[in-house]
């Protein structure tokens, strides 16, 4: 792979950086409900040398029912501040499955208007096999001032999807597993309708990743996407069960050089509980 430290750095790359004084390193993992998992106590067990752990789950709009929503920018910028990480820092987010919940950390950056931020490629399982260092001791935080510039183009709403979703004029591309799209099983939070949006297409984030965890190279990504009859000259909106896994696709996309996309925050948990807005069921 091509090390990009704005979308995705190898654990290669991260080794022989990781001692720079200006890279801060964040573990960002984070669970379905239906894992059972605690990462933070896994962080505290274990994490990449030098690492800051982002709550995705606090670090959020505890104003919204939604989970995890983008948080206001004041909040992001204190948590983020008190993390030490801030303006001038290049930052490289990593999660304990491989490459799932970084991205979405990735897109919260680049929504505030950060750019020098990457996804660790393979994430931990990756820098473990390799033997690479870690620790179970907290780094020790400096405040940072960071600068913020939200991008409201980076996100949609329900109103905004709905009016995609009709007019036809964006790619509406989902994460989620084909089971899930197509309606065929339970969804992992209880109360939601099963399906998907009218008039999206199914690419389910695993089949932009290799069997080792890491993303498929530029050539690869982009034949996934095609081959699941996503048009990429249209703008593209990408949606998933809650806004985590949608982002490995807006990563993907950046990947191959596509910039034209943005992230259905509310997604599934969102519109699979509204009443008034449609579903579609099956490979339709």
């Known amino acids: 792979m091509q090390d990009d430290p704005k ?44 690492a800051r ?17 983008a948080p206001p920018i004041e909040k992001f910028m204190s948590r983020l501040r008190a993390m030490g990480v801030g303006d001038g820092h290049q930052v490289v987010v990593y999660d304990s499955v491989g490459l799932f919940s970084a991205a979405r950390v990735w897109w919260l950056f680049r929504l505030m208007g950060q750019m020098d931020v990457a996804v660790l490629d393979g994430g931990l399982p990756k820098w473990l096999a390799e033997d690479r260092p ?12 960071m600068t913020v510039r939200r991008q409201a183009h980076m996100v949609r709403d329900i109103t905004q999807v709905s009016a995609a979703s009709k007019l036809k004029d964006h790619e509406i591309i989902d994460a989620r597993a084909a089971e899930r799209y197509r309606g065929e099983a339970d969804e992992p939070r ?58 490995v696709l807006s990563l993907a996309m950046e990947r191959i050089g596509k910039t034209d996309h943005a992230l259905y925050d509310g997604s ?5 509980m509204f009443p008034t807005v449609p579903i579609a069921t099956g490979d339709t």
């Open 7 to 50: 979308t995705l750095v190898s654990t290669a790359w991260l080794a022989q950086h990781l001692k720079d004084p200006d890279l801060r390193v964040l573990d960002a993992s984070w669970h379905l409900p239906t894992d059972n998992r605690d990462p933070r106590a896994e962080y505290e067990a274990a994490h990449i040398t030098g």
């Open 268 to 272: 599934w948990a969102e519109w699979g």
């Open 53 to 69: 752990f982002f709550d995705i789950e606090e670090i959020s709009d505890n104003r919204s029912d939604l989970p995890h929503m």
């Open 134 to 145: 870690t620790e179970d001791m907290p780094p020790i935080v400096r405040d940072r001032h």
């Open 190 to 247: 209880p109360g939601l309708r099963a399906g998907h949006i009218p008039n999206s297409k199914n690419v389910p984030f695993k089949t932009l990743l290799n069997a080792d965890g890491t993303m498929k190279d530029a050539a690869g990504l982009r034949a996934t996407f095609e081959a699941a009859g996503v048009d990429l000259s249209k703008p593209a909106i990408t949606t998933c069960g809650s806004g985590v896994t949608a982002a």
